[in-house]
């Protein structure tokens, strides 16, 4: 890929040639015009300047931001991750990249020194970044916008491997994913090979009450558990086997009993994970995972970020994805 001078010099050419406004008047009078690099996808990987992994999105207003973790670029052996990344779009076609919102060094508990993946949630007016660290656990950042910057909330993990009772290995404790149920309980859940879940108190940085393990007939659990609501249905998206697929089970509770659903999206390429989001905006609903998608030094431990759209059939249950070049169109 074109790193180097050739880069540098078109960044700084965008950045002074930039004279769009932030849609977030909060957002704008935090981060200066000139940190901005701003950007149009022309289809998947949408993110082709630097390596992206594990996206997680919300929706603000008009505007979608996406966080995603950061890998280093090609020839990579194993996940070499040190921050995390934010962007934000109002069409899926012009994005705004914002400076590092969130660093592993912010966790001075996180020694394993991995920013492994990470998953928003706003709840009143504030923006809760929840992180693995691979070996040290989860931990929460706090921000007064989504572009951050976040800062840690606890100064010590939100939840750690003893928490994960029914693990025994080092990197159970990964992949939080976050959900804010129309009664307004907040869930958070999380896990490798087992998964776990629990609620999470209104101030979002503390359990309320016990942990508890997912479990269901025909559940084969890799990681990156996605919680999303539509018609009254719970869908539990997750990777499952390795290289990872995307399952999805279905349910009337959050707690479920859920029911196996099948495959929703298949290997992703060149890459061993898949990790995958899933958002609705502006009347459409989005799928969005990695691949390794960037010639020539892409692969499974210099991923990029992919979007390409969820569809359901007329009894709820989902299409499988169809991974695509040209990614999504830009809606308005
Ligand atoms: O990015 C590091 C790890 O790879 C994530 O925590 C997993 O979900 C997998 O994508």
């Not at 950007?39 to 929706?59: E, L, M, Q, R, V």
């Not at 800062?151 to 994913?177: M, Q, R, V, Y």
């Not at 990872?244 to 029911?259: H, R």
Request: proline letters at 3%; a negative charge.
């Amino acid at each position: 890929m074109a790193h180097g001078a050739d880069e540098n010099l078109m960044r700084k050419f965008i950045k002074t040639l930039s004279i769009l406004t932030l849609s977030m008047a909060s957002v704008a009078s935090v981060v200066a015009q000139d940190d901005l690099y701003r950007f149009k996808s022309n289809g998947n990987p949408i993110i082709k300047h630097k390596f992206t992994a594990d996206p997680a999105a919300i929706i603000k207003n008009d505007t979608l931001w996406l966080y995603t973790g950061h890998d280093y670029e090609g020839n990579q052996t194993n996940y070499k991750m040190k921050d995390w990344l934010v962007f934000s779009t109002t069409d899926m076609e012009n994005w705004t990249e914002y400076p590092v919102p969130l660093k592993i060094t912010d966790f001075a508990w996180a020694k394993s020194g991995d920013a492994f993946a990470g998953h928003v949630q706003e709840r009143n007016g504030k923006y809760y970044y929840y992180i693995s660290t691979n070996w040290t656990g989860i931990g929460v950042a706090v921000a007064d916008n989504p572009a951050g910057p976040f800062k840690d909330a606890l100064g010590k993990p939100l939840l750690t491997n003893e928490d994960c009772f029914a693990s025994t290995h080092s990197w159970a404790c990964i992949d939080p994913a976050t959900f804010i149920d129309d009664d307004g309980q907040a869930w958070i859940f999380w896990g490798n090979r087992e998964c776990y879940y629990a609620k999470l108190n209104d101030d979002m940085i503390s359990i309320d009450g016990e942990i508890k393990q997912m479990k269901f007939d025909g559940f084969s659990f890799t990681e990156a558990p996605w919680i999303h609501k539509k018609d009254n249905k719970y869908y539990l998206t997750y990777a499952t086997e390795f290289p990872e697929k995307i399952a999805y089970a279905m349910a009337d509770n959050i707690e479920g009993p859920y029911e196996y659903k099948g495959i929703l999206n298949e290997i992703a390429g060149n890459s061993n994970t898949n990790h995958q989001g899933i958002i609705a905006y502006k009347g459409e609903w989005y799928f969005l995972y990695h691949n390794g998608g960037i010639n020539t030094d892409g692969g499974s431990y210099s991923r990029s970020v992919c979007i390409d759209k969820l569809h359901y059939n007329e009894d709820g249950t989902l299409k499988r994805i169809v991974m695509t070049t040209e990614g999504v169109e830009a809606v308005h």
